[in-house]
């Protein structure tokens, strides 16, 4: 959650706020100790000021995250056996509350205090993986249907190509139309990535503002940009809005007739 709220997530917001209310809660039913209620509850209500910041569907999660992820975690269960079997050799006085036959099946002696810790690392991270893999999939990319496949023809008898829009009929590029269907701005999905194809469409004074418009859509996922082949009539467009360049190649034009 705490990662979700990093990334300034929908999801994670909402699942924060109603565990804080929670965690206040049991708080201070287990002992009127409202200290901590209201530290909880202070946290919520600068939480609740900040909520139209999360605006994101999702977060980036990669193979790289995972692992930082993962050693972080075992550093931290590696910080909680190491103080508590030192702070609390025993645990003595919560086995007052267990019953006799629930007594036997739990860890609570100094020297299982590893295999608990192991148990609960590792069930952690099992739920972990299968939220990774069977949360739903982003609908961002989408690749167009014939419906869409009209709407670019009809588009292009009033609007000007360039030298790769004939690669937008090959069907595997998405669509995003800004600047109410004015801008058409090509892109494909490559991991954590929206790479778009060429320069975006449309009229000149318009292309600036359809760009921030697709940065706004692509932040909703986490989704950094890349625009590849782009022409030089463009970059001064690029650089105002925070793209730095690579020069991958060149193109030849070749008249064919010689």
């Known amino acids: 959650l705490s990662r979700g709220i990093k990334f300034r997530v929908k ?28 530290y909880l509850l202070a946290i ?8 139209s910041r999360f605006d994101r569907e999702s977060s ?20 909680y056996v190491l103080i508590g079997t030192h702070v609390h050799p025993t645990f003595g006085h919560l086995s007052r509350y267990i ?10 002696k100094p020297d299982e205090l590893i295999h608990s810790a192991i148990i609960g690392i ?12 069977f949360r739903p ?14 709407q670019l023809d009809d588009y292009l008898t009033d609007h000007k190509g360039n030298l790769l829009t004939h690669l937008l009929f090959l069907r595997d590029k998405a669509f995003y139309w800004a600047m109410d269907h004015e801008v058409l701005i090509p892109y494909g999905r490559a991991r954590d990535k929206l790479v778009v194809l060429g320069d975006p469409l449309g009229p000149k004074e318009k292309i600036e503002e359809g760009i921030e418009e697709f940065q706004e ?17 463009y ?24």
Not at 44 to 51: I, N, Y
Not at 65 to 76: E, G, R, S, V
Not at 124 to 129: E, H, P, R, S, V
Not at 144 to 150: L, R, S, V, Y
């Open 11 to 38: 999801r994670a917001y909402r699942m924060t706020f109603y565990m804080l209310i929670v965690g206040a809660f049991f708080t201070f039913a287990k002992g009127f100790d409202y200290e901590e209620a209201l």
């Open 44 to 51: 919520l209500f600068f939480l609740w000021l900040s909520r």
């Open 60 to 79: 980036p999660f990669s193979f790289k995250t995972a692992i930082a992820l993962l050693t972080l975690t075992l550093f931290i269960v590696f910080g």
């Open 99 to 108: 019953p006799p036959k629930l007594k036997e099946r739990l860890f609570y």
């Open 122 to 133: 590792s069930g952690a991270w099992i739920f972990l993986i299968g939220w990774s893999f």
């Open 137 to 150: 999939k982003r609908t961002i990319g989408a690749t167009p249907d014939d419906a869409e496949i009209e």
């Open 217 to 233: 859509f692509a932040d909703r996922y986490a989704m950094p940009i890349v625009f590849y082949q782009v022409t030089p009539e």
């Open 235 to 258: 970059l001064p467009i690029y650089h105002e809005n925070g793209y730095r360049f690579f020069k991958l190649g060149e193109e030849a034009l070749v008249d064919l007739a010689d």
